[in-house]
């Protein structure tokens, strides 16, 4: 069966970062392929030694919440960070993705028409991209946060809190697999990133299934996906540890349709790494 997948190729003026052509060159014929090609070790060393927060993260937790959370805030104090956070492609591009996102939700909300909008977030560590989306949003909206681990709560809390947000989220620790037990309504919109790229193609349609069976018919899911092109995912595996499952909008979106999703929108951040892709609920068709 074919998907229905359009592509926006008009990104929203969100204040993008993107690299000179000379930087990508640079990139291209000397960062990466030292990047991916010193020996492992040495190069562990070398960040060990530079005190990396963002190293020390993954290592602690590869592509966990909180190397998420040093990748978004961009601000540094170690020399090391400051090169692998400012000037690495992945964590440029993971900022560019929380932009996309929270603005693409934002009009999610506003154009839902609700009292208040109800967004579900799956995987959803602290929320930044929903809380962001939320005080971005000029109409009344509401968050569930749903993750396997807790750690982030209290820092998803505080997030909140500045923002005036402290009573529109609530965070529930459990297995969204399990939606159907502990989640009783109906949200107006879903919200899935940052989190496929980490599981297997069962596992998404799993989730996703769970999440379309609580949706009212034509809502919105936002998810994402990875392409290799960032060109250093041997330097991730082998330094940091972190496995992800590249793939295509199609090849993403065509799990969704499994799980009874359609009528699919990609939205391409400027780096060329990652899609943000909005479906809509339609019937469960496998
Ligand atoms: C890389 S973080 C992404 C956080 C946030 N969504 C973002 O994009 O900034 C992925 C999160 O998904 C959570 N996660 C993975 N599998 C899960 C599952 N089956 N149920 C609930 N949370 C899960 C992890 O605990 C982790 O906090």
Redesign the pocket.
Known sequence: MTIELIENREPPDVGFETFSPLKRAIKCVLVNPLANYLPAGLTKAVLRFGKSELAEANWADP???RS?VISYNGQCSQIADKILVKAGTVPTALRNRKRLASHLIADLIDADGSDSTHVLC????PG??ITEAMSKAKTASHATL????SD?FDFGRKLANDLGLGDHVSFIQA???DLHEYFHDQPHIVKM???CE?LDDEQIVT?ARAAADVMPKGAPIVFNSISKSHGTDRFFRRVFGLNMNHRSPGELSELMRQAGFGNFLSHREPLGVYHVIVGRKVEATD
Do not use: K
């Open positions: 592509g966990g919440w998420m799956l995987g959803a560590g930044q991209i749903v993750d396997l681990n982030s297995d969204v697999r990133m940052g989190i980490y989730i």
